[in-house]
């Protein structure tokens, strides 16, 4: 199929944009075509639809640091010509970062493993290595007022890819069918176009933490690159607690788990819900990845099946905080929740 130029793109087609050294649009009637051609790609690729909206999106397994899709994006806003390089984008978090994709056959490999090897022991070790101060789970016998009770924490919230592509409101829906509440792990950047979301989240008893500000590793950051960033999203989350009526907590408390499925990796919905379900145990603190439409949109039925097994079990979800206050610490020592990318 030959590349069309610029001037040969039409308005209310499917768009289908992939970059290899450059980018490069097709465009289609109908969404079969659109979403067989997607399919046929192993590039970083975009899918929008003829409203202009972001269907589906997938990092190349050769591009790591999402070059493709951010490019795609940026031409997408800019007409569908190419672009410069979207790294300054990135960085800033002007554009959204798609982690690549994996070789085919790792997410059912990984489940196999994952099944045998993940345990409380085995994921909280991995936390204490970011910091032994890393709040990871409460030991029922050492905290017994957390029998009953796990805490669920919702990473990269609230969306990448754009109002459009957000599912806050059927991830709230779901929370409040199951009487459950959550952490949200806020990258900071994203939160001026879901302030009315995030304040409707809070009023609902649900709580907001620090993602830093964009979704990359800040391991080879410098501390005061590192710094700037925790404090900038930790003023947006506060400026949004007062706004909610919500007294302010001024320590910031590293937090971790000891209940994940991989699930960036394992894109495998049903599998997630059911290994986290039956992995919680009484004091666990849980670990998601926020779906969004054209993005990790596995997570939703993993929540879901997630919310039935707990309830099966009894089990009743709240906050991190929340969590922190049924093991008896008070609120100075649990502070905010702050999570690190790492």
């Known amino acids: ?88 984008a990135l960085d800033k978090g002007d554009v959204a970062f798609i982690p690549a994709d994996r070789l085919p056959g790792t997410s059912q490999a990984l489940q196999l493993i994952w099944d045998r090897v993940a345990s409380r022991s085995s994921i909280s070790w991995f936390g204490s290595r970011v910091s032994a101060d890393s709040l990871c789970y409460f030991d029922v016998e050492k905290h017994p007022g957390v029998r009953g009770y796990v805490a669920l924490t919702i990473d990269d919230a609230p969306c990448r890819l754009g109002p459009k592509n957000s599912m806050l409101p059927e991830i709230r829906k779901l929370l409040k069918e199951h009487q459950a509440q959550a952490t949200f792990l806020l990258l900071g950047q994203f939160v001026p176009q879901y302030e009315e979301e995030l304040l409707a989240l809070l009023r609902e008893g649900h709580e907001l933490g620090n993602h830093g500000l964009v979704d990359k590793s800040y391991g080879a950051s ?27 907590q001024k320590a910031l408390r590293i937090l971790m788990c000891d209940t994940y499925a991989c699930c960036p990796v394992i894109q495998d919905g049903d599998f997630i819900g059911r290994f986290l379900g039956k992995q919680a145990e009484h004091g666990s603190i849980m670990l998601i990845h926020m779906p969004e439409h054209g993005f990790r949109e596995w997570c939703l039925l993993g929540l879901q099946t997630l919310l039935k097994q707990l309830k099966e079990r009894n089990m009743k979800v709240v906050t991190a905080g929340k969590l922190a206050e049924l093991a008896g610490w008070s609120p100075e020592v649990v502070g905010r929740r702050c999570k690190l990318a790492l």
């Open 1 to 88: 199929m030959a590349k069309p130029t610029l001037r040969s793109l039409q308005l209310h087609t499917w768009k289908l944009g992939y970059r290899t050294s450059k980018v490069y649009w097709e465009e289609f009637q109908t969404r079969e075509e659109a979403e067989g051609r997607y399919q046929e790609l192993w590039w970083s690729k975009v899918l929008i639809n003829p409203e202009g909206d972001v269907l589906r999106c997938s990092s190349g397994i050769l591009d790591p640091k999402g070059v493709g899709v951010a490019a795609l994006l940026l031409s997408a806003r800019r007409g569908f010509g190419d672009v410069e390089s979207p790294l300054p």
């Open 222 to 248: 410098s501390p005061k690159e590192f710094e700037d960033a925790v404090e900038e999203c930790t003023k947006r989350i506060t400026d949004l607690q007062r706004r909610a009526g919500i007294v302010e």
